[in-house]
């Protein structure tokens, strides 16, 4: 079965700053998606950005990037110069292709201004 | 408009009532699920439809139950709800490809 692993309950960056969210998974598939989703206060589910297991280039969506490790089953989330409309809780999530989503238990970010 | 839309945003019910949550979409996706989120546990799958005949379990499917009424409509019903039933419950559509899902906008249930 597949597993999603957020090991930061939460963090806190400064406005403007540079923060790195962390996930891992573990998986025996080869193709597959892994996308992050914000939360806002709102409870929207908001995609941030997505990858694709077969493409080594790493996502990058405006101020938001990944750091995709396929053999380290590694998946984290760059934001760079943070906004306080960053604020939000962070879902890491695992997708094999035709497949359901399984996600992590989420990391809360707090941006200080 | 909200492509994706969950009736009612909020409910608050007894132990032993019927409930049913609604899911509507635009989006002319294929493919429906129902996801409830619990704190500290992200979000669990329950329930999942790739079309209008075709309904799966998911990881958490005992106590509820679906209903595909048509392309855009999915329902999630918990017959006789409980207050661990309590819980934000979200409906995603994804296209045939599946890829990526997308989210309503969540209903809030609590069950007394």
């Known amino acids: 079965a597949q597993t999603v692993t957020q090991s930061q309950p939460e963090m806190s960056v400064q406005e403007a700053e540079t923060v790195t969210l962390s996930c891992t998974y573990d998986?025996?598939?080869?193709?597959?998606?892994l996308f992050w989703y914000k939360q806002p206060p709102s409870r929207q589910m908001i995609l941030v950005i997505r990858q694709e297991a077969y493409k080594q280039q790493n996502a990058t969506e405006n101020r938001f990037s990944v750091n995709f490790q396929k053999a380290a089953k590694s998946f984290s989330l760059k934001i760079s110069d943070s906004q306080l409309g960053d604020a939000a809780m962070y879902f890491c999530?695992?997708?094999?292709?035709?497949?359901?989503?399984?996600f992590g238990a989420g990391t809360i970010l707090r941006v200080k201004s | 408009d909200a492509d994706v839309t969950q009736t009612p945003r909020n409910r608050i019910t007894k132990t032993g009532k019927r409930i049913m949550l609604e899911c509507s979409q635009t989006?002319?996706?294929?493919?429906m699920y129902w996801y409830r989120q619990d704190p500290g546990l992200g979000l669990r799958l329950i329930y999942y439809?790739?079309?209008?005949?075709?309904?799966n379990k998911g990881e958490i499917s005992d106590g509820y139950s679906v209903s595909r009424q048509a392309q855009a409509k999915f329902s999630l019903s918990l017959e006789s709800a409980i207050p661990n039933q309590t819980a934000l419950y979200f409906c995603?559509?994804?296209?045939?490809?599946?890829?990526?899902?997308?989210f309503g906008p969540g209903t809030r249930l609590t069950v007394l």
């Open positions: 999530a695992y997708r094999r292709y035709g497949n359901k989503l399984v």
């Open positions: 995603a559509t994804a296209g045939q490809g599946g890829d990526t899902q997308y």
């Open positions: 998986t025996s598939e080869s193709d597959y998606y």
């Open positions: 989006k002319g996706h294929d493919r």
């Open positions: 439809s790739f079309d209008v005949k075709d309904i």
